[in-house]
Nanobody, 121 residues
Framework: QVQLVESGGGLVQSGGSLRLTCAAS????????MGWYRQAPGKQRELVAT???????NYADSVKGRFTISRDNAKNTVYLQMNSLEPEDTAVYYC???????????????WGQGTQVTVSS
């Protein structure tokens, strides 16, 4: 089982920055696309950004120009740099990875436990 460990959440004022980190542990053969999703109270979980193993990125319109996703394939780690944060960005942020374990026939999607990001006005 792949374990995704997130860190970097917290409380920040509007206009501030945070950097989220998600590290995948366990016996991993390969990881494809990794990404960040978020869920605000009373709302559905939504895509924030994704990045393929080759570095191709995709962003939600609401975060384009403010957030940057990146990854370190050697460390099986994905990052989310969040700048110019707004109160509307307040949510629990979840890491997601499409990974294949050693000895497994194919890939599955795995989720982290979530990290809270709160932006005060």
């Amino acid at each position: 089982q792949v374990q995704l460990v997130e860190s970097g959440g917290g409380l920040v004022q509007s206009g501030g920055s945070l950097r989220l980190t998600c590290a995948a542990s366990s016996s991993i053969f390969s990881i494809g696309t990794m990404g960040w999703y978020r869920q605000a109270p009373g709302k559905q979980r939504e895509l924030v950004a994704t990045i393929t193993s080759g570095g191709t990125t995709n962003y939600a319109d609401s975060v384009k120009g403010r957030f940057t996703i990146s990854r370190d394939n050697a460390k099986n780690t994905v990052y989310l740099q969040m700048n110019s944060l707004e109160p509307e960005d307040t949510a629990v942020y979840y890491c997601n990875a499409n990974a294949r374990l050693l000895g497994a026939p194919g890939r599955n999607y795995y989720w982290g436990q979530g990290t809270q990001v709160t932006v005060s006005s």
